[in-house]
């Protein structure tokens, strides 16, 4: 993965990769199941890229390699959406006695769900690689994933926005009659595998030698 832009690329170069997607869509359709499965697909494809083969991981029920990250990731969403749900609730609140004194509460709850969703995918990348690495408890350290997001903040900038910039992309789908918005996610999946695999290779990539004094 040379450039964070071969995320966007690298899949459509994999042979038989129209069927990996939309087999692998199709068991996203599964409630629960198949979004582990998802994210077990996406650790097996970043696993791919990292050592070096820029193809996607075969299609499959990848559980046992998802339901590590899938938890860090659930329990992330969780906490952070926590503020957006009490100032949500205070919203609903005030609506019940004022149908407009709740308005200012609901507003700014969703602008905090909006402002954890864009963290975390700026946490994402190293979420990626530190579970990886280091297994459901890597992903929870929360220190050390912040350490790493923040060691290389540009990366972990433009990682973020390249995901952010996925899932738009993943929910075009529900234009092709809902049922494409399964395919498409799974790109987006993709996507976050590339991004990662980037991410990691710049992190372990050699400084640049300091230029000599004039």
């Given at each position: 993965m040379n450039s964070v832009g071969d995320a966007f690329a690298y899949p459509f170069r994999t042979p038989g990769w129209v069927g990996k997607i939309v087999v692998q869509g199709l068991i996203l359709i599964i409630p629960i199941v198949g979004w582990i499965a998802a994210?077990?697909?996406?650790?097996?494809?970043?696993?791919?890229?990292?050592?070096?083969?820029?193809?996607?991981?075969?299609a499959g029920f990848h559980l046992g390699k998802g339901i590590g990250l899938f938890g860090v990731l659930l329990i992330y969403a969780i906490v952070l959406d926590i503020p957006a749900w009490v100032l949500d609730g205070i919203g609903g609140a005030a609506s019940s006695r004022n149908s407009y004194a709740g308005a200012p509460f609901t507003a700014l709850g969703s602008l905090w769900s909006f402002a954890a969703q864009l963290f975390l995918y700026f946490l994402t990348p190293s979420l990626?690689?530190?579970?990886?690495?280091?297994?459901?408890?890597?992903?929870?350290?929360?220190?050390?994933?912040?350490?790493?997001?923040?060691?290389e903040l540009n990366n972990s900038i433009i990682g973020g926005l390249v995901i952010f910039v996925g899932f738009i992309i993943g929910f075009l789908g529900i234009i092709a009659c809902c049922i494409g918005v399964f395919f498409t996610l799974i790109y987006a999946t993709a996507i976050q595998a590339g991004v990662a695999a980037w991410f990691d290779r710049m992190q372990s990539a050699p400084a640049a030698p300091a230029a000599p004094a004039a």
């Amino acid at each position: 993965m040379n450039s964070v832009g071969d995320a966007f690329a690298y899949p459509f170069r994999t042979p038989g990769w129209v069927g990996k997607i939309v087999v692998q869509g199709l068991i996203l359709i599964i409630p629960i199941v198949g979004w582990i499965a998802a994210v077990g697909w996406l650790m097996l494809t970043y696993e791919n890229l990292r050592a070096g083969r820029q193809e996607l991981a075969p299609a499959g029920f990848h559980l046992g390699k998802g339901i590590g990250l899938f938890g860090v990731l659930l329990i992330y969403a969780i906490v952070l959406d926590i503020p957006a749900w009490v100032l949500d609730g205070i919203g609903g609140a005030a609506s019940s006695r004022n149908s407009y004194a709740g308005a200012p509460f609901t507003a700014l709850g969703s602008l905090w769900s909006f402002a954890a969703q864009l963290f975390l995918y700026f946490l994402t990348p190293s979420l990626i690689v530190l579970t990886n690495r280091h297994g459901f408890t890597g992903g929870l350290d929360v220190q050390r994933v912040w350490a790493m997001a923040t060691g290389e903040l540009n990366n972990s900038i433009i990682g973020g926005l390249v995901i952010f910039v996925g899932f738009i992309i993943g929910f075009l789908g529900i234009i092709a009659c809902c049922i494409g918005v399964f395919f498409t996610l799974i790109y987006a999946t993709a996507i976050q595998a590339g991004v990662a695999a980037w991410f990691d290779r710049m992190q372990s990539a050699p400084a640049a030698p300091a230029a000599p004094a004039a």
